[in-house]
Structure formats: structure tokens, C-alpha cells
């Protein structure tokens, strides 16, 4: 979510100026002059996109970003084997054919996510079941990244292979999708809710569907310079979503799989 209120023209263009660098940020001596290239010519398209899709697809990132981290621990605690496999389906501009837009946002995606994960690495949960999530995960560090990864503990493993995670199943559909159906509906509905197009009783029940935390669950994404701050004009709505929501945590780490044979 964002409020584009809090933003002027400039703070988006300056947004996409640093996101446009941090696409070569991470390229190294090790990197072919093919890649680099590739580099410049996503950064020469990333230009010529309206800011109306360039804010699309830096929010989508973000919420991809903090789904990814949510899925991963709340699944390795209780359905261990739904993090065995990918599938994920975009909704798709265009009903004849990928957009320009759609290719550059597929083709850049995994390169935004690994650099948040290098800033900010996902938790492995000690004691979380990992066996069918295992084969995403790096024995090591694959040479490109060794210069740029920061120093962490990796005895659990050198990371997540995003191109592994992203690639093997990622389509477009313009096609009715249920899964597509069900989030639009939901997202609809929020919306309305924080710009008060929707009673309380329409809205508020869909924080039984997030994650609980210590911040409010649904916060807005700023594309702002460090030294500014969101105003937080709907905070009175969103301060809603401080309670109700599901506990990440499970009272003990018993999997589903298992629980009938210790019942025995």
C-alpha cells in the first residue's frame, strides 16, 4: 500500500534514480561485460516507464519482499511441505501478449529482493522444519555475491536461491484466476476501508488473515529520502490492525505430518 499523497513528482524521480543505480550496485570485476550490458539496457528501460507503473512495481517488490519472510516461518512451523514448490501467477495487463512493462518487472524482480535480503537476511527459525524448503537454500555463497554479503553466520545455509524460488513457475494470466480472484477482493475492500468508501464491518474481519506483529499490520511504503517521514494520514484506520491477527509463533514445535504417529 501507499499513499501518494505523502509524495511529490520529485520524490518519485529521485526513487527511481536510486533504485536505477542499485540495479549496478552489486556488479563486480567477476561479472561478464554480457551482464553488465543487460544491466544498462533494464536501467535505459527502467527511464522510460510512467511513474504510475514504476511506483507499481517498486510497492509490489516491497510486499513481495515481506511476504516471502512471513511465508517461509509461518509455513516451516506448521505445512513444512507447501514450501516445497512455487507457483506465482501475475495479473496481466495485456489479454494478447507480456507488456514491455511486465517483462522489464520479471526480468529485475529477483535482482530488487536479493539486494534487500543482502541488507536485511531472512531469520531461520531454530528448530523449523526446512526439509522440503532445503532445495532453495545455498550450501554456499555462489561467486557472485561473496563481495557484497555481508558477514553472517551460515552454518544453516548461505542463503536462498531467489532465482531457483522465482523461476521455475512464474507466469502472467489475464485468465479468471481463483487465487487472483480471492486477492482482489480482499485488497478491494481494504482499500475502500482506509479511504472510507466501505463500513467498518466490510473490512476489519480481514486481520484474521494477516500476521501478527508489534507494528500495525498494514503500513504504507514510502519512496521518500531517509530524513522524511510518512504523515500517516490514515493511521486511525490502520491502528485497527494492531490486534486480531494470526500468531506466528506455534505453542510447540510439533509438525502436522508428524502429530498422529506421536499421538501414538
Known amino acids: 500500500m501507499i499513499d501518494l ?4 513528482v520529485e520524490d518519485i524521480a529521485q526513487h527511481r534514480a536510486r533504485r536505477s543505480a542499485g540495479l549496478a550496485a552489486n556488479l563486480t570485476d ?3 561485460q554480457e551482464l553488465r550490458d543487460s544491466v544498462a539496457a533494464l536501467q535505459a528501460r527502467m527511464a522510460d516507464f510512467s511513474d504510475q507503473l514504476y511506483v507499481q512495481g517498486a510497492v509490489t ?6 511476504v516471502m519472510q512471513d511465508m517461509i516461518v509461518y509455513h516451516c512451523q506448521r505445512f513444512p511441505k507447501e514450501l516445497g514448490e512455487f507457483h506465482w501467477v501475475i495479473d496481466a495487463k495485456n489479454p494478447g501478449a507480456v507488456t514491455n512493462w511486465e517483462d522489464w518487472w520479471s526480468k529485475t524482480l529477483v535482482i530488487w529482493l536479493q539486494a534487500m535480503s543482502l541488507v536485511k ?5 531454530p528448530g523449523g522444519d526446512y526439509r522440503h524448503f532445503r532445495r532453495f537454500i545455498f550450501d554456499e555463497l555462489p561467486e557472485y555475491l561473496r563481495d557484497v554479503a555481508p558477514y553472517a553466520d551460515r552454518s544453516g545455509g548461505a ?13 502472467f494470466s489475464s485468465e479468471p484466476e481463483p487465487g487472483l480472484e480471492l486477492v482482489d477482493i480482499v485488497t ?3 482499500r475502500r476501508g482506509l479511504i472510507g ?10 486481520r484474521g488473515l494477516m500476521i501478527h506483529r508489534s507494528d500495525v499490520y498494514v503500513s504504507p511504503v514510502g519512496l521518500l529520502p531517509p530524513d522524511r517521514k510518512l ?3 490514515l493511521l486511525p484506520t490502520m491502528n485497527k490492525f494492531r490486534l486480531g491477527g494470526r500468531i506466528m509463533a506455534t505453542p510447540s514445535l510439533a509438525w502436522p505430518e508428524d502429530e498422529p504417529a506421536a499421538a501414538k
Open 231 to 233: 504523515a500517516r494520514a
Open 5 to 8: 499523497a505523502d509524495h511529490t
Open 121 to 125: 537476511p531472512g531469520a531461520m527459525l
Open 188 to 190: 478491494n475492500a481494504l
Open 61 to 66: 517488490i516491497d510486499l513481495l519482499y515481506n
Open 30 to 32: 567477476g561479472h561478464t
Open 159 to 171: 542463503g536462498i536461491d531467489l532465482q531457483k524460488m522465482y523461476g521455475e513457475s512464474f507466469r
Open 197 to 206: 468508501n466501505l463500513g467498518e464491518p466490510g473490512w476489519l474481519p480481514l
